[in-house]
C-alpha cells in the first residue's frame, strides 16, 4: 500500500505506483488502507484466506492481496465477490496459469459472468461487448490481470513470454446475453442452476469477427467454417490443436435458432466441416504421422478439434450479424481447460 496523506498531490501517488512496478501500463487507482479497507469489507471473507499459488512465479494468493488488485484496477466494493471467484478460477491446476502466462501465443483469460449478478453490477453483455464504456466490465477484468502480474509475476518480457499479446491482456470480461438467447447459458450446460451468479475463466486469444450481411443460417456457419479453417495453418501437429470460444450476436442467434440449429447442432456442424486433409495441412506443417510412426496418408482428414465438446457458445453483442471467434490453444490435451466458480453474492 501507499502511505495515506490528503496533502499528497494524488499524481504523486500514481506515479509511486508506476516506480513500485505495479501497473499494467495505465495508472492505476493508489491502494490506500481506508480503500483497501472497504474492499475487504465487501468480500466478507478473511483477508488472510489463501485462495491458491499464481503461477508462474507461485505467489500466495490471499483475499486481501485480490482487494489490492481489484482496488488499483478501480473497481467498486460490490465486484469484490466476481473478483475473488475469477481469482479462485486461475488458480485452479485445471486452468494451468503458468502455461497461459508463459506462452508466446499470448493467450489471456476471458471471464464470462451468467446469472442475476449482471444486471445488479451493470455487466455489459450486448452492444460492444468486448469494447471500452462499462465500468464492471473494464474493472472486473483488470483486476485479474493485475493478480497476474503483481501476485504471479508474469511480467511482460520476462515471465510473459507473448510474442504480440493482445488488448484482452488489459481487461477480458464479457457478460452472457442470457435474457436475449433461446439457448442454454453457458454456466447451465457446465452444471450449475440458472439463478446461480457463476464466472467462467476461458484461456483465450483475441477476438476475430466474422459475418455475412443478411445471411442465411448457412451462410453464417459457412463464413465462421472458412474463417476457423484459417487458423489451422498454426498448428503443429494437426491432432486436435485446440479449443476455440464462439460470440453469436442477436441477428446470427435468431437466424440459427429459425432454421433450427441448437447449440449442439451448431457444435456438430463446426467440428465435422473445420479439417484439411493430410496434403494440405503438411504445407504449414511438421511431418504427419500416425502413433505407430507410419506417415498419414494425404487424402486423410485432420481435424482442427478434439471433439465437440471444445467448442465453446456464447451469446452476447447486439444484433447486425457480427460473430467472434477466439481460438483456445492446446498442444497437450488437458491443458488450460476452462474453469466456472459460482460467485458467492452477498445479496
Known amino acids: 500500500m501507499v502511505e495515506e496523506d490528503s496533502v499528497r498531490d494524488a499524481l504523486e501517488l500514481i506515479e509511486e505506483c508506476y516506480e513500485r512496478g505495479w501497473t499494467d501500463g495505465l495508472p492505476v487507482v493508489p491502494p490506500t488502507a481506508s480503500g483497501l479497507e472497504r474492499m475487504i469489507h465487501a468480500a466478507g471473507r478473511d483477508p488472510h484466506e489463501a485462495l491458491g499459488v499464481l503461477a508462474p512465479k507461485d505467489g500466495i494468493l490471499t483475499v486481501e492481496k485480490v482487494a489490492l488488485n481489484a482496488l488499483m484496477a478501480g473497481c467498486k466494493p460490490e465486484y469484490m465477490p466476481v473478483v475473488i471467484a475469477a481469482a479462485e478460477a486461475i488458480v485452479d491446476p485445471k486452468f494451468n496459469l503458468r502455461f497461459n502466462s508463459r506462452s508466446t501465443r499470448g493467450p489471456a483469460p476471458l471471464l464470462v459472468i451468467n446469472g442475476p449478478i449482471r444486471q445488479r453490477l451493470e455487466i455489459n453483455c450486448r452492444s460492444n461487448v468486448f469494447g471500452p464504456g462499462w465500468r464492471a466490465n473494464a474493472t472486473i477484468g483488470r483486476a485479474v490481470r493485475l493478480l497476474i502480474r503483481n501476485v504471479g509475476g508474469a511480467l511482460p518480457g520476462e515471465m510473459d513470454r507473448a510474442t504480440l499479446g493482445h488488448p484482452g491482456k488489459y481487461t477480458y470480461c464479457i457478460g452472457e446475453d442470457e435474457e436475449h438467447s433461446p439457448w442454454e447459458p453457458l454456466h447451465v450446460e457446465r452444471g450449475f442452476a440458472k439463478e446461480d451468479s457463476v464466472v467462467t475463466v476461458i484461456s483465450c486469444e483475441g477476438p476475430n469477427q466474422f ?94 478439434f478434439t471433439s465437440e465438446k471444445t467448442i465453446y457458445i456464447i451469446a452476447a453483442g447486439a444484433g447486425n450479424r457480427f460473430g467472434a471467434f477466439m481460438p483456445t490453444w492446446r498442444s497437450i490435451p488437458g491443458v488450460a481447460e476452462p474453469v466456472s466458480r459460482r460467485i458467492r453474492d452477498s445479496e
Open 211 to 304: 459475418g455475412v450481411a443478411k445471411g442465411t443460417a448457412d451462410m453464417i456457419l459457412e463464413a465462421l467454417v472458412e474463417a476457423l479453417r484459417s487458423i489451422m495453418r498454426f498448428s503443429s501437429n494437426y491432432r486436435g490443436i485446440g479449443d476455440v470460444t464462439i460470440v453469436f450476436d442477436t441477428d446470427q442467434r435468431n437466424e440459427l435458432v429459425k432454421a433450427g440449429y441448437s447449440k449442439a447442432d451448431v457444435r456438430r456442424h463446426i467440428f465435422a466441416n473445420t479439417w484439411r486433409t493430410a496434403g494440405e495441412a503438411r504445407r504449414f506443417s511438421s511431418p504427419l504421422t500416425e502413433d505407430s510412426g507410419a506417415e498419414i496418408p494425404d487424402h486423410q482428414p485432420m481435424h482442427l
